[in-house]
């Protein structure tokens, strides 16, 4: 660029004299959310533990001490504590720690995959709507609506019922349901974003659609589509439980917390305590997503000030 | 006014002589839960499997030849039914004369005669008939795939010609109930209205369906054979897929009386004070393997290798003892299992052998997917057991996948070949099958039975084996009969065209007030004689 | 044609033609309005239609001339942030066209839209959300540039140039968050980010008003100091009188999606023509006790943009509406010896038929 | 006003068409023919043809779709290639079966929801609003299937207060053990709109209460009815619209509960049907499901717009 001082004369030193200035560094945005976090425990904790709970499924193979799909019929049904198996045996006598273990994967993948693959869709598609609008954005969500008529669970129920069950079908079912509301929280937000001053004085100065998207748009509608996404995850997570629940998720005799709720409800009234550790462990994920989703959004939130 | 006044005090006199009479004759409320998802249909041909047969076939509507379940120390078989008695016309095989009970009027008044006979055989064989029941047609004619034509000799007597000459058709037509023609017109010529008020002339009427969720029978105080006139006032049936469910109902003092508790908890019920009622009967819990071209179990040495893959003591003991190992179709200790070449221990090398010789090996297993249900008459508890087979099985070089179903889907896959759409693409069904007489060795392993005829599902068939099934239809000598048939399931247990697994030893859990219940070594039991005391 | 007079000095019209991008020369006005036309449509109802329009902006004619500050003002609902959005063309127009320093602006035929904004730029009014929120205001001041193909390197450090100018300290703004600034410094930025593409126009659209009285004046003082130094034209555009006659040369004064009266400020000042120009005056609380008034000038609101008055629009709350102003538009009469102020006014034309023609009327006499 | 309604209706309306088309897609899905569950194992082809013609599975695709969709318009859902009933007669008794859990579930859970959300926002910080969203939060985490089933350990089992599964009546309850065997049915699906009606009132309220005038208001101590009503009113629109979701999900996500509670309502229905591939059933359920959805987010539109006049456009 030209240098706007050469020709007033004025007192201000050369554009060049401000390559290598030293700036003052700001703290930011993210600085500020990161601080905020830090200052709330609730997450904090719920971070750890989700952190303990993800790395024990990632590190599943190394900590198990069984092979989660090979039992002794001879100690089937010990309960926790049983020598050797620190939280006890399954109905056909496989140890249940491993199988929690190994079963925290496939309820993540379960979780977080369709939650993933819709945000990226959806999201997509909203953003798309809501930074074009016009005939654009009506026929994305009036597509959108039809989807959207179909409540969450239903969507989910029929469409694996129709197309069978397994880990690929649960996986697509799920991300079908995610779509529609991913699509429609990006879209608003997306839409507000774009009606504000800033994206016009960007498109003033010039910028093609693309950068508007990318340095404008995109930077401000992804953390509010994010922590919404967030939540959506525990929701995956106790909807695909619930799919393998009825016989309609991944099959036997995979490892999954809910498949293993599943199965283990006979032994109930035999040994609640067993019967009940995937529960626990579907529901201590489900909540700490929620509780992270929660924490993301107040210290995200702009309008509290620091 | 005065009128209305006496009437009241002539209402409350018969009101307290009926109770009284009623308080001699209270044999209380029975209120079962079945295994089945859902009520079976009420029309006279219940679908939901030998469940629906033995809860809504046999109390309420009867076969021309029926059961003689009043003794829990032999197995079961077959007395006169509708009819008074049987035989052979002695000019030609095929065609058995049946002379039918006189004097039995169904339910709603109306007399059991010939006609109604002819009619319910136009009803299930007579796709031109206008009483025609498709969905009851699939489930008869399955079962008696050998029926070829019927003719009324007189108001009292029938006769029904077989396909080609076969000594046991007495026992296929204990499969066929009769239902009330009058009823029909009643329901205006529509089966679904039929179901709910059919007419039979069984021990029980149906006096109320509630679709999905219950059905109730009550006594029907005019039946044809006072000594089996039922001491219940009614029955209530419930359907309870979920063991879980069933336990839950039980124990809370919902039902009286629950089909197949989980094994596990059957010394926690004993241990509350209900009585857990097991007795072996003619059962065996395969899987049925697809034997056409392109399964793998088409080769008989994978056949052979899953039977000695198959842990049958871990089965027992995952069924806390609720199931017998079996080798075969019939029981190891039944005179007519014969001596096979083949005794299917617990051996995986061998069964790792016969797969190597197959062509398969440890980076090969063999690929095959399971069709099951997740419940079901006589399915014991499908999910674990296929589970730990499939765990089991993968030691030996098998790779199993299962697809879970309904009962009724897996029906309905049965008697449809392998290969189409509503087998899923099964390499085999699990599905339990009964094996009381010779007739069923006949629809499950001849070859002139695969499906869609009968349910030889997986096609099975060899020329030697069909051979002495020929020979067996057309021997009557019963001892000849017995020899025949040992020699016949020798092959049968080496040829391996099932997995053989266990045999049910039939556990249903009752309350304590459940008294006068005979355990009878069947599929179908006689609630006739059961009353509820408090 | 409303007519027109140069008000830039000599030296500073000699630098503004110096710029390599003149193509107009020294008779070309910077920019020329002809026409411009934008109604947005209502919808209502079961089916949706289109049931009316707001005549935001219904047929405007303007002409801006190179180095001077146009002031544009009106009450507010008139038009004119329409106006401005128009002029930039981040809202297109109807009817119309527009003429800058001598081409068309038309994508297909004449100056692309891109090419307009490299030479005139925008300040809106809301300082925080003509912001990005997520950028460091250097950046912001940057993103034209590099949009424009700078280096990032070059464009952080003319947007570091940018803020000292501007008065904010680049050593210690550059990288702060438009939430760690106040209102004043917000609007420093984005007066920076608007020139960071060294315009020769800049619209100013309301771009003050929200700021404190103390922090107003500091920025239109650095606003003057600008445009003498960077030999910019302005338009500026507010509803606060005092104000536009404080940074303007000529001003133009808008009712209802129309200019009714342009001229130099002394002239709109001393002389309004226009009844409603008149009233607009009236209504400025003045210190000076010669031009204190006590009654309002005029009543009531102004009247419905979607279904605006036929003939003269302010004839409504007009003290001298006659029939001819119901019946006809004025069209814009230039006033005998001074060729900068026109008026669109039936009682400045002859042939109206108006009774007070060349009269002079004033507000002030028949409110007071 | 009654443009707006008239408006919400016809947009209505390409949206129940689009979802009969994604259903009647759907089915189009499963495969094989639905009628091998009908016909006899060694029918005659005379028979499949007239079976086939019978369900109008001989015509194209298309045909199959209109033909369906003009008796559906007609109130004719078909009937059950299982065992031949008129879907018509199961489904609405089913779906009477769900409402009757629905509806108290609804004024349970809402009304919990909104007690614990105002409560919560009323102590914002405090320790009884963390305790209340405490208790929020974990209605929308809890897996309620699992809770169902510990319940009835609890309740059923154990202490024997209630009936661990079944309808205990026909229609609506009318005796002691018909309220009974809806108790812990009610409880496990008020949890999800419990928890997620909680949160929003809870956010609707700071939100309001954060508004400057009502800050005005209570400082002058003038923290009476009508502040609270107009807090009330503001926070209406967030809530209806949350309401009339979470309502849709109960009817739709009852299939889960219904089975454990071996509850005959329309959930229980439709996984029966899909584990038989029972077409119409299942066709029938999820379009009957759907348009009630629909219908259910047109009620909560206009009942916003009634309440706050800038939402309709």
């Known amino acids: 660029m030209t240098s706007y001082a050469k020709d007033t004369g004025s007192e201000f030193p050369s554009v060049s004299s401000y390559r290598d200035l030293k700036v003052q560094e700001s703290p930011g945005y993210w600085a500020m959310v990161r601080k905020r976090i830090l200052r709330d425990p609730v997450t904090l904790i719920s971070a750890a533990i989700l952190l303990v709970i993800i790395l024990s499924a990632i590190l599943a193979p190394v900590l198990a001490p069984y092979d989660p799909y090979v039992g002794n019929i001879m100690t089937r049904m010990k309960p926790v504590g049983f020598e050797g198996h620190l939280l006890g045996t399954d109905e056909t006598g496989r140890d249940m720690l491993s199988r929690l273990l190994f079963g925290g994967r496939l309820s993540l993948i379960a979780g977080v995959v369709p939650v993933s693959i819709a945000l990226l869709i959806g999201g997509s598609l909203g953003i798309t709507a809501g930074f074009f609008g016009g005939l654009v954005n009506t026929v994305i969500m009036r597509v959108t609506d039809v989807f959207y008529a179909f409540p969450s669970i239903l969507l989910a129920i029929a469409i694996c019922g129709m197309l069978g069950t397994g880990l690929f079908n649960t996986l697509l079912s799920l991300t079908l349901v995610f779509i529609p509301p991913i699509v429609r929280i990006s879209e608003s937000v997306t839409t507000q974003v774009r009606n504000l001053d800033f994206v016009e004085a960007a498109r003033a100065s010039g910028a093609g659609s693309f950068a508007l998207m990318r340095y404008q748009v995109l930077p401000n509608v992804l953390a509010p589509i994010l922590v919404y996404t967030t939540s959506l995850v525990s929701l995956s997570i106790i909807l695909a439980a619930g799919l393998s629940f009825l016989g309609l998720g991944v099959s036997a005799p995979a490892a999954e917390w809910g498949l293993m709720l599943n199965s283990l409800r006979q032994m109930i009234y035999i040994d609640p305590v067993l019967a009940a550790l995937p529960g626990v462990l579907i529901f201590a994920t489900s909540m700490c997503f929620n509780l992270i989703s929660d924490g993301l959004r107040s210290a995200m939130d702009v309008r509290l000030k620091v | 006014m005065k009128k209305s006044v006496t009437g009241k005090i002539a209402a409350l006199l018969i009101g307290t002589m009926l109770s009284a009479g009623t308080a001699l004759a209270d044999g209380g409320t029975l209120r079962i839960a079945m295994t089945s998802s859902d009520v079976p249909v009420t029309t006279g041909m219940p679908n939901n499997g030998f469940e629906g047969m033995r809860f809504l076939g046999y109390p309420v509507f009867e076969p021309l030849v029926d059961w003689d379940l009043s003794s829990a120390d032999k197995p079961a078989d077959i007395r006169p039914g509708l009819a008074e008695s049987w035989e052979i016309d002695p000019e030609d095989t095929k065609r058995w004369i049946f002379h039918l009970r006189p004097d039995v009027e169904f339910h709603d008044g109306s007399a059991f005669d010939a006609d109604a006979v002819v009619w319910n055989l136009e009803r299930f064989f007579d796709e031109t008939s206008p009483q025609f029941d498709q969905a009851g047609s699939a489930i008869v004619r399955g079962r008696n795939p050998i029926l070829d034509s019927w003719e009324k000799i007189d108001d009292m007597t029938v006769a029904i010609t077989t396909k080609y000459p076969a000594s046991y058709f007495p026992y296929i037509m204990s499969y066929m109930l009769i239902a009330s023609p009058a009823a029909f017109e009643t329901a205006n010529s529509d089966w679904n209205e039929y179901g709910k008020a059919p007419s039979g002339t069984g021990p029980f009427k149906v006096t109320n369906v509630t679709p999905r969720v219950s059905v109730e029978l009550s006594r029907n105080d005019d039946y044809w054979n006072p000594d089996r006139i039922a001491k219940l006032d009614h029955i209530q049936l419930f359907p309870m897929p979920e063991p879980t469910t069933r336990l839950a109902a039980l124990r809370s003092g919902q039902v009286d009386w629950i089909e197949v508790p989980p094994p596990d908890a059957i010394p926690g019920l004993e241990g509350a004070g209900f009585n857990v009622v097991t007795n072996t009967y003619p059962h065996v819990w395969p899987w049925e393997f697809d034997t056409t071209e392109g399964s793998p179990f088409a080769d008989v040495r994978v056949r052979q290798a899953a039977n000695y893959a198959v842990n049958r003591e871990g089965i027992v003991a995952l069924m806390n003892g609720t199931a017998a190992p079996a080798k075969g179709f019939f029981d190891v200790d039944s005179p007519l299992f014969g001596s096979p070449e083949n005794d299917y221990t617990y051996d995986p090398e061998k069964a790792r052998a016969l797969l190597a010789e197959a062509g398969y090996g440890p980076d090969n297993p063999v690929h095959a997917k399971i069709l099951t249900s997740t419940s079901g008459s006589g399915q014991m508890l499908p999910v674990q057991m296929n589970e730990y087979l499939q765990q089991t099985m993968a030691e030996s070089g098998f790779d199993i996948d299962l697809e879970m179903t309904e009962w009724g889907s897996l029906l309905v896959a049965l008697r449809n070949p392998p290969g189409t759409a509503p087998t899923m693409d099964a390499d085999a069904l699990n599905i339990s099958f009964a094996s009381s007489d010779i007739s069923y060795l006949a629809k499950y392993f001849h070859s002139k039975n695969a499906s869609p005829v009968s349910q030889n599902w997986g096609a099975f068939g060899t020329p030697e084996t069909d051979a002495l099934l020929d020979q067996i239809e057309t021997t009557f000598d019963a001892e000849k009969q017995a020899e025949l048939t040992a020699e016949l399931h020798a092959k049968i247990v080496d040829q391996a065209p099932w997995l053989f697994i266990v045999h049910d030893l039939n556990p249903r859990a009752m309350s304590e007030h459940v008294k006068g219940f005979v355990s009878a070594q069947s599929w179908f039991q006689d609630l006739t004689s059961v009353y509820i005391e408090e | ?368 | 006003m009654l443009s707006f309604i008239l408006r919400r209706l016809l947009q209505a309306i390409p949206i129940l068409f689009g979802v009969s088309v994604m259903v009647f897609l759907m089915v189009q899905m499963i495969p094989g023919s639905p009628l091998d569950l009908l016909l006899p194992p060694d029918a005659s082809p005379q028979l499949i043809e007239q079976m086939k013609e019978a369900y109008g599975f001989d015509k194209p695709a298309w045909q199959q779709y209109l033909l369906w969709l003009w008796q559906l318009l007609h109130g004719n859902l078909g009937y059950s290639i299982f065992n031949g009933a008129p879907v018509a007669d199961e489904l609405f008794d089913a779906l009477g079966n769900t409402f009757v859990l629905a509806i108290p579930a609804a004024f349970t859970g809402f009304g919990l929801g909104i007690l614990l959300g105002v409560s919560a926002a009323l102590s914002q910080g405090g320790p009884l609003d963390k305790l209340l969203s405490a208790i929020a939060i974990t209605g929308v985490s809890l897996p309620h299937y699992w809770f169902a089933i510990v319940m009835v350990v609890i309740f059923s089992v154990n202490l024997n207060w209630l009936p661990a599964q079944g309808m205990q009546f026909t229609g609506v309850p009318t005796t002691l053990a018909g309220f009974k065997s809806m108790i812990l049915p009610v409880i496990t699906l008020s949890l999800i709109p419990m928890g997620v009606v909680a949160r929003v009132v809870r956010a609707a309220v700071l939100e309001v209460m954060s508004q400057e005038f009502v800050n005005t208001l209570h400082a002058k101590g003038l923290w009476d009815r009508s502040v609270l009503l107009h807090v009330m009113k503001n926070a209406a629109p967030a809530t209806l619209a949350v309401m009339g979701l979470q309502f849709g999900y109960l009817l739709g996500g009852s299939i889960l509960v219904e089975t454990v509670f071996n509850w005959p309502g329309s959930g229980n229905l439709l996984n029966l049907a899909i584990f038989r591939r029972d077409i119409p059933v299942m066709q029938a359920t999820i379009i009957v499901l759907a348009a009630f959805f629909v219908l259910l987010n047109l009620i909560v539109d206009i009942a916003q717009a009634l309440i706050d006049p800038r939402i309709r456009r």
């Open chain 3, 1 to 368: 044609m409303i007519g027109q007079v140069p008000t830039t000095g000599a030296d500073r019209m000699q630098r503004i033609l110096a710029d390599a991008r003149d193509r107009g020369g020294p008779g070309q006005p910077m920019l020329i309005l002809k026409d411009i036309k934008r109604h947005f449509p209502i919808r209502k109802g079961v089916m949706n239609r289109t049931v009316g329009h707001v005549q935001a902006v219904d047929g405007v004619s303007l002409t801006v001339m190179k180095g001077e500050i146009l002031g544009v003002v009106g009450e507010s609902g008139c038009g004119k942030s329409t106006l401005s959005r128009l002029m930039m063309r981040l809202v297109e127009p109807d009817t119309g066209e527009m003429i800058f320093d001598g081409d068309l602006v038309d994508d297909k035929v004449g100056l692309t839209t891109r090419r307009l904004r490299r030479q005139m730029q925008m300040v809106f009014q809301d300082s925080f959300s003509s912001l990005n929120p997520r950028m460091p205001i250097e950046e912001t001041i940057a993103f034209a540039p590099m949009m424009n193909g700078s280096s990032r390197s070059d464009a952080i450090a003319a947007a570091r140039a940018l803020l000292d100018q501007v008065g904010l300290s680049a050593a210690m703004f550059a990288r702060r968050y438009p939430h760690e600034l106040s209102g004043g410094q917000r609007q420093r930025v984005n007066i920076a980010r608007a020139l960071a593409v060294n315009p020769r126009v800049v619209i100013l659209d309301e771009a003050v008003s929200a700021l404190d009285k103390s922090v107003e004046a500091q920025v239109l003082q650095l606003l003057i100091r600008l445009q003498e130094e960077m030999d910019l034209t302005y338009v500026f555009v507010s509803h606060d009188l005092n104000v536009v006659r404080y940074i303007s040369d000529r001003i133009a004064v808008m009712y209802l999606g129309r200019i009714v009266e342009t001229g130099s400020v002394d002239e709109i000042w001393d002389n309004p023509r226009h009844p409603y120009t008149q009233a607009l005056l009236a209504s400025i609380p003045s210190l000076d006790p010669d031009r204190r008034t006590m009654a309002a000038p005029i009543y009531g609101d102004p009247p419905n943009p979607i279904n605006p008055p036929s003939g003269c629009r302010f004839r409504t709350r007009c003290p001298f509406a006659e029939t001819c102003c119901e019946m006809h538009d004025p069209a814009a009469v230039t006033l005998p010896g001074s060729s900068a102020h026109a008026v669109s006014c039936h009682m400045e034309n002859e042939a109206s038929g108006h009774s007070r023609v060349g009269t002079n009327a004033r507000i002030a006499e028949v409110t007071q």
